[in-house]
């Protein structure tokens, strides 16, 4: 067998840890420190270990709030969607002590089965933040502040810990866009933050308490239990099925499972992300970018830019909702009076039967249908994918009037901005034809035109929250996750997100 000098460099930086661990003593299996030559875990277990609340920037730090107020408004807002209600009805069912708090009940149960429940409900509706680490990092690290009484500066240290690590996770792993960009599809193998299990197991290590070993098992074991890449699968399949993308409840338990283990002295590779063998190799990372693993980490922060949707779907489609608001604004087209719509977009269909509405993911994923209650003047908000909605014939018979492609300018406008996502609209109302286009979608994080400020965001959760809980209670757990840092414990907070 032939090694090439890649292997065998590999190789030998793992000898001296090889030969300490055979010298040792019966009983001394853990090693005092990772192996040399593990660049990308010690970067990220050097940057969880070290971060303190006092050195977070402060735009950083409200950053982190505008994150957890827009995450908990969608988590409340999930009890609209099947997805969520049987997810956290189940968990209430398996229970355990009754440590935190399944959201928009009065239930306390097991940290790990809480962290299950809140991630489902929060990307029920598809409204949470993109990229979509806001249900793999706030479900689990909030279950766990909540279980160990944190204060909320330690609980943004955490949060703040997992969403960078997260999104450079993705950053280096995701091979979506290129392939869409290619191909005019996904890849037949890829996942939508399934990595961010070890990011999220990281946040809680170091929220805990737990040293830079500690945190090298957590992600050691959240990599070991990172489910497959099943995003194509789910994709392919009609009707869409409550999984959707990513799993993300078993994700989030996940991630609280293996940080709470680490915290007991239960050992993993605390390598996993680096070696021959490692993670982006079993995990099956053609093309892992090692470099954008760490890029940036503790200068370049990536909370700050994060997708904030107005609408509740896929975010593919959110231009395209942009681009007929617009035509139908310059035309001054009055809802119920369309004829036709064709709609141009990114080249994105996770949907492959996109007129046969039958489940609420199904909507979400639909472009005629998302268009159609545009042109009926139906707010896509927490309640445009209620049963009745689905099965509308008023709404049915707008679908068949609207048509759909690829923008022929789509790749040319993502390669020179990688922001991008142009979309079009020609609408027909009294026989007159009305066009427009935009080039970016509303809530874009890092475009300031288009970013939602901190009043849109509070409107956004307002009317989300107040699915499930009253008015007044909503405004005063807005007005707590605003001030979460002068929290002693974060149980005053989930105190006002019980139903």
């Keep these: 067998m032939e090694l090439d000098r890649r292997s065998l460099m590999a190789a030998a930086a793992l000898l001296p840890a090889a030969a ?3 010298q040792a003593p019966s009983g001394e299996a853990k090693p005092a420190s990772p192996p040399a030559g593990s660049p990308v875990t010690d970067a990220l277990v050097g940057f969880a270990a070290t971060l303190r609340y006092e050195a977070i920037p402060d735009d950083v730090v409200h950053a982190c709030k505008r994150l957890l107020l827009d995450t908990l408004g969608c988590t409340l807002a999930g009890w609209q969607t099947e997805k969520g209600r049987l997810a956290a009805g189940l968990m209430q069912q398996l229970g355990g002590e009754p440590k935190a708090l399944v959201i928009g009940t009065k239930a306390r149960i097991a940290p790990t089965n809480a962290a299950f429940a809140n991630a489902e409900l929060t990307n029920g509706l598809d409204y949470d933040a993109i990229p979509h ?4 990092t706030v ?4 279950a766990a ?3 160990g009484g944190k204060s909320g500066r330690a609980l943004i240290r955490g949060l703040v810990t997992a969403y960078e690590i997260g999104a450079r996770l993705s950053s280096a792993s995701s091979q979506m866009a290129a392939a869409i960009l290619e191909t005019n599809t996904t890849p037949e193998v890829f996942d939508i933050n399934n990595e961010a299990i070890m990011a999220s197991a990281a946040g809680i290590a170091a929220m805990n308490g ?3 070993q500690g945190i090298a098992f957590a992600i050691g074991l959240g990599g070991y239990y990172c489910p497959p890449q099943v995003s194509h699968d789910w994709e392919t399949g009609a009707p869409k099925s409550d999984v959707k993308y990513t799993p993300v409840g078993w994700v989030a338990q996940g991630a609280v499972t293996a940080a709470m283990l680490a915290g007991t002295g239960f050992t993993a590779n605390p390598i996993v992300l680096d070696g021959p063998a490692g993670f982006p190799r079993f995990y099956g990372w053609p093309k892992f970018r090692a470099e954008l693993a760490t890029k940036g980490l503790g200068t370049e922060w990536r909370v700050l830019n994060p997708d904030f949707k107005p609408y509740a779907c896929c975010r593919y489609i959110h231009s395209r909702i942009d681009a007929l608001r617009a035509a139908m604004a310059k035309g001054g087209i009055k809802p119920g009076t369309v004829e036709r719509i064709y709609s141009q977009g990114a080249p994105f269909v996770a949907n492959p039967d996109q ?3 039958q489940t609420q993911p199904d909507a979400q994923f639909s472009i005629p249908y998302m268009l159609a209650l545009v042109a009926l003047g139906i707010p896509i908000d927490a309640r445009c ?8 014939p008023k709404v049915h018979d707008m679908m068949a009037r609207i048509e759909w492609g690829t923008h022929p300018r789509t790749t040319e406008t993502k390669r020179a901005d990688p922001r991008s996502f142009i979309a079009s609209a020609e609408v027909t109302a009294g026989g007159v034809k009305t066009f427009a286009e935009v080039m970016a979608a ?8 288009l970013r939602l400020d901190d009043a849109a965001l509070e409107r956004k959760f307002l009317a989300n929250a107040t699915t499930r809980i009253s008015d007044a209670q909503a405004r005063r757990l807005a007005d707590r996750i605003w001030h979460i840092d002068d929290m002693g414990d974060v149980r005053a907070l989930t105190a006002l997100l019980e139903a």
Excluded: C, F, N
Excluded at 133 to 136: A, G, I, M, R
Excluded at 442 to 449: D, N, Q, V
């Design 20 to 22: 300490a661990s055979a």
């Design 133 to 136: 680490l806001p249900p793999v």
């Design 139 to 142: 479900a689990p690290l909030l």
């Design 145 to 147: 502040a909540d279980a």
């Design 210 to 212: 737990l040293d830079a």
């Design 355 to 357: 007129r046969k509405i």
């Design 385 to 392: 994918q209620r049963p009745e909605l689905l099965h509308d």
């Design 442 to 449: 509303s809530g874009t994080g890092a475009l300031p035109a």
